[in-house]
């Protein structure tokens, strides 16, 4: 080779840099830290005046009419699969390519999922492939925003439409993004959100859902306080003691504190979505010319949240397997991960739901040659150049 590369670090060679770079991180700031220190002077450490203040950001970011938030984004997806009535014998399709959680909130209520593939250039649910998988005891579907680019919601509301469906979005990955114009969480009957460290913004942990349905609204409010139709603050304003639990629910509130972080995190949102942006961009144009690596499409006329950066390695252009390629950069000191194992690959869902390898042909190809790179606002330039470098590093 006339114009050989650097040795890998994986081959004794120095690696590009010598602390290791996340693949995500969060970012916590002086006014984060004072808005959670005044919550905590305050009367109301939970259920208190920040919960709505809260949900009221979300819905003018939103433009749904209604947020509930939860403690987390698990919280958020079992209040939604609970809200739609999901019950035993219910079938409700999902995407593999996510995290367990997506579907794990199905079986909560003792519903059945149903995975149906990717499309092979996003790795989105294939909207042509659903048609197949519904059945007279199909209830919903949940799309996932994998990395952050919104699902195809035109044809997806229309499936749902033309079967009497409900959608849900699992907008994890998305918050601040939009299709056609619309924002991420008025997509869908009902769309979840997570507050978790790694995701744009954070609570620490916490989640959300919006809805345009008053009542599905209201049956969330109910379900992430047992159950019950007054909370603590109301009662304290009536004056009263009598409270009614009209269904069985759980605690699946969230502290004011967390909610006065959110909100503080929130001013911050599209700051931080346009640095994610920008190092896509960096990381696109270096990539695109490297034959070895295939980028995920990206569609016409959607704002890509990019809370995710992933792409596909051609192993045979490179001769190493993904567990070689991942080793490697990690010995370059680049946090790599993998978004994700197909959810139907885990041996819980072998074992207990009956799924084999086979079912998601398209996932579980791209499984095998995917490596999510760093991604987060905070990263230097010469971070992503160092993610750019170890990645080229890769060529022999
Ligand atoms: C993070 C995440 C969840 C779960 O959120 P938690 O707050 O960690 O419970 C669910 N679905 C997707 C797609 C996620 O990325």
Same mark, same amino acid.
């Given at each position: ?39 905590? /002077?305050? =009367? ?28 987390? *984004? ?10 739609? =009535? ?64 919104? $699902? ?17 979005? =699992? ?35 916490? *989640? ?10 209201? /049956? ?6 047992? *159950?019950?139709?007054?909370?603590? /603050? ?24 967390? $909610? ?53 390695? =051609? ?6 397997? /993904? ?74």
């Amino acid at each position: 080779m006339s114009h050989s590369n650097p040795k890998l670090a994986i081959h004794g060679g120095n690696p590009v840099r010598q602390t290791l770079l996340p693949y995500g991180r969060q970012s916590i700031d002086e006014e984060d830290i004072a808005a959670v220190v005044e919550v905590l /002077r305050s =009367d109301w450490l939970t259920t208190g005046p920040k919960v709505g203040e809260f949900e009221q950001k979300i819905t003018a970011l939103t433009g749904a009419s209604h947020a509930v938030a939860v403690s987390n *984004g698990t919280a958020a997806l079992h209040a939604a699969i609970y809200a739609l =009535d999901i019950k035993p014998g219910d079938e409700v399709i999902v995407t593999p390519m996510t995290f367990a959680a997506s579907a794990n909130c199905v079986l909560y209520q003792g519903g059945t999922p149903v995975f149906v593939d990717v499309e092979p250039d996003t790795l989105l649910i294939d909207p042509t492939k659903i048609e197949a998988k519904i059945t007279a005891k199909t209830k919903a579907v949940i799309a996932v925003d994998y990395a952050g680019h919104p $699902c195809d919601y035109d044809a997806l509301s229309a499936i749902a439409e033309r079967y009497q469906l409900a959608l849900v979005a =699992d907008a994890c990955h998305a918050i601040g993004g939009s299709y056609h114009g619309r924002p991420v969480g008025s997509l869908a009957t009902l769309s979840t959100f997570s507050f978790h460290p790694v995701k744009h913004i954070t609570t620490g942990e916490g *989640g959300l859902v919006t809805t345009s349905d008053p009542e599905l609204a209201q /049956r969330m409010r109910v379900f992430r306080n047992h *159950g019950i139709t007054t909370d603590h /603050r109301q009662r304290a304003q009536s004056g009263g003691f009598f409270y009614e639990m009209v269904d069985l629910g759980y605690n699946y509130r969230i502290t004011d504190f967390q $909610c006065a972080l959110g909100i503080s995190q929130l001013n911050k949102l599209g700051a931080s979505i346009a640095k994610r942006q920008q190092i896509a961009r960096t990381y696109d144009d270096a990539f695109r010319p490297l034959e070895y690596v295939n980028l995920l499409s990206v569609r016409p006329d959607i704002i890509h949240a990019y809370h995710l950066y992933m792409v596909q390695f =051609d192993l045979q252009k490179l001769n190493m397997s /993904r567990a070689e390629i991942f080793a490697a950069l990690r010995a370059e000191n680049i946090g790599v991960n993998v978004h994700y194992i197909p959810v139907h690959l885990h041996p819980y869902y072998r074992q207990q739901m009956g799924t084999a390898p086979g079912i998601c042909p398209v996932a579980e190809a791209a499984y095998e040659r995917l490596i999510t790179l760093p991604i987060f606002p905070q990263m230097t330039d010469d971070d992503t150049h160092d993610v750019i470098r170890a990645v080229q590093k890769l060529a022999r």
